[in-house]
């Protein structure tokens, strides 16, 4: 089992930066790829960005891409975020999760994460 637990969100106008982090505890947060993922209302919940279990390759949507920057420092048990000029179109509630534990890749698909924080509200005024 693992516990994780967003934070970071909150307002930001349009051109802002916020910092998310993902702190875990349970089982071994370093075995595991992780992910962050969002879900404005009426919409799906999509990857947004990935990394592997060693941090050495990465994944963004084409969405993020030169924005967000995902992180992960496997000592401290945790996961970053960092994303600058937002948009109005980046507000949505955004999760991070972990899964495919042991397996050296990125993991893109959402069906293949195993354990998910409650979630952070990241709202992005125009």
């Known amino acids: 089992q693992v516990q994780l637990v967003e934070s970071g969100g909150g307002l930001v106008q349009a051109g802002g930066s916020l910092r998310l982090a993902c702190v875990a505890s349970?089982?071994?947060?370093?075995?595991?790829?992780m992910g962050w993922f969002r879900q404005a209302p009426g919409k799906e919940r999509e990857l947004v960005v990935a990394?592997?279990?060693?941090?050495?390759?990465?994944y963004y949507a084409d969405s993020v891409k030169g924005r967000f920057t995902i992180s992960r420092d496997n000592a401290k048990n945790t996961g970053y975020l960092q994303m600058i000029s937002l948009k109005a179109e980046d507000t949505a509630v955004y999760y991070c999760?972990?899964?495919?534990?042991?397996?050296?890749?990125?993991?893109?698909?959402?069906?293949?994460?195993?354990?998910w924080g409650q979630g952070t509200q990241v709202t992005v005024s125009s």
């Open positions: 999760a972990v899964g495919g534990f042991g397996i050296p890749g990125l993991i893109t698909s959402v069906a293949a994460y195993d354990y």
């Open positions: 990394i592997t279990r060693s941090g050495r390759k990465t």
């Open positions: 349970g089982r071994a947060f370093g075995a595991y790829a």
